[in-house]
């Protein structure tokens, strides 16, 4: 079936770092979606995208929608000891995005 | 403030018994879904339902069910509990139409014993 490839799977940063992660599938997607779940907590919504070359920041958080529309970048600047979490890229499959595919997360840590 | 709300936050259960967890939603969203996140798998669509009494299989809907007799309530059934359905259990939902993302529960973090 279709797969969203996570990369990397877990970093370990310090405090005030800027992070970069990425989503790669071999299918073309036309929304990409970032959640970020925190310890102990359901996925929350960070940034949808629904247009190739698309960027878009929500505070210190950036995402872009790829060109080829198979792959998503997210970055996070001058990160801060509660971005501590599992990142998820998602995309929604067939009409109506009734069935949301998800990655393996990305896990981060951040040292203060 | 609007939320999907799952009945139980830790669960331990025995292996054969059946199982029932329990998520309400209070935004009037037409679809309700059932993910199991397992370290390394990130998370696995077990059923969604797109409107009352309407459900569809996800991609792994062995030994699980669901019911929807409600608009605001959503239910897995695990028949037979087994312990590689040892899981976290997240139930979500969504308006139909615009993709605008789900809304998940906290999570239901279910042990088979």
């Known amino acids: 079936g279709q797969q969203l490839n996570q990369s990397p799977q877990s970093m370990f940063i310090q405090e005030g770092e800027d992070v970069s992660m990425n989503c790669t599938s071999s299918?073309?997607?036309?929304?990409w979606l970032w959640y970020k779940q925190d310890p102990g907590e359901g996925p929350v919504l960070l940034i949808a995208l629904y247009k190739a070359g698309e960027l878009t920041s929500n505070g210190r958080l950036t995402a872009q929608f790829g060109i080829t529309r198979k792959d998503s970048f997210l970055n996070i600047s001058a990160s801060i000891p509660s971005d501590v979490g599992i990142y998820f890229c998602a995309g929604p499959l067939g009409a109506g995005g009734f069935k949301t595919i998800f990655g393996a997360g990305t896990r981060l840590f951040v040292k203060a | 403030d609007v939320k999907v709300t799952q009945s139980s936050r830790y669960l331990v259960k025995r292996t054969g018994e059946k199982v029932f967890l329990e998520c309400v939603q209070d935004m009037d969203h037409e679809n309700m879904f059932w993910y199991r996140q397992d370290p390394g798998l990130g998370l696995r669509l077990i059923y969604f339902s797109y409107d009352v009494k309407m459900k569809e299989k996800g991609d792994i809907p062995e030994g699980y069910s669901v019911s929807r007799e409600k608009k605001e309530r959503f239910s897995l059934i695990l028949e037979s509990a087994s312990t590689n359905q040892t899981s976290m259990y997240l139930c979500?939902?969504?308006?139909?139409?615009?993709?605008?993302?789900?809304?998940f529960g906290s999570g239901t973090r279910l042990t088979i014993v």
């Open positions: 979500a939902s969504s308006f139909t139409g615009v993709v605008y993302g789900y809304t």
């Open positions: 299918s073309i997607f036309n929304t």
